[in-house]
T-cell receptor, first 113, second 116 residues
């Protein structure tokens, strides 16, 4: 499974767009890129997943360049409730790797008023 | 539709004791995974159960064992507790057959275990 590197922490203000970049230089052809969000004392929550180019849902956008060696999670107009730890995960499909998720340290995002 | 539920929410044990944690997966899910999350760290994969069998295991000693029941619920057992076992224990579920591509799993709120 490819190793991921992301900033340990980030600060932002309400209403700003936040971009968290994750490096995964050894990503394999079959790997997907997945982001989870975790609030204190809660389990992680799936945010978004992609394989290439751009994916957008009601919560975030995920940008993946052509070489797939990095990805950027974009949170539009953050609010105080977006303060959480964000994890970037890279892994094969559940069928091949059994759904084992490898979490790194994550990025602790702090949104200030 | 209930999501993943775990019990108890908090637990305090002493070194050497044994503990059992319980998890009910989200409705329609057939696969349960367990994770250990130490303070300030990301969750670490313990093992996964599907069709009542352990399918994959992380780097955890045999003191950690589990079980999956016919209704897909699961238990995590930890024997001979150590101080280092203090952590948030998370259960995650998904439907293996319908997962398709990708790794979306649904996590429960966790059980906070404190070993004194």
């Amino acid at each position: 499974l490819a190793k991921t590197t992301q900033p340990i922490s980030m600060d932002s203000y309400e209403g700003q767009e936040v971009n968290i970049t994750c490096s995964h230089n050894n990503i394999a052809t079959n790997d997907y890129i997945t982001w989870y969000q975790q609030f204190p004392s809660q389990g992680p929550r799936f945010i978004i997943q992609g394989y290439k180019t751009k994916v957008t849902n009601e919560v975030a956008s995920l940008f993946i360049p052509a070489d797939r060696k990095s990805s950027t999670l974009s949170l539009p107009r953050v609010s105080l409730s977006d303060t959480a730890v964000y994890y970037c995960l890279v892994g094969d499909t559940p069928y091949n790797q059994g759904g084992k998720l490898i979490f790194g340290q994550g990025t602790e995002l702090s949104v200030k008023p | 539709d209930a999501g993943v539920t775990q019990s108890p929410t908090h637990l305090i044990k002493t070194r050497g004791q044994q503990v059992t944690l319980r998890c009910s997966p989200k409705s329609g899910h057939d696969t349960v995974s367990w994770y250990q999350q130490a303070l300030g760290q990301g969750p670490q994969f313990i093992f996964q159960y599907y069709e009542e069998e352990e399918r994959q295991r992380g780097n955890f000693p045999d003191r950690f064992s589990g079980h999956q029941f016919p209704n897909y619920s699961s238990e995590l057992n930890v024997n001979a507790l150590l101080l280092g076992d203090s952590a948030l224990y998370l259960c995650a579920s998904r439907n293996l057959r319908l997962a398709g591509g990708g790794n979306e799993q649904f996590f429960g709120p966790g059980t906070r275990l404190t070993v004194l």
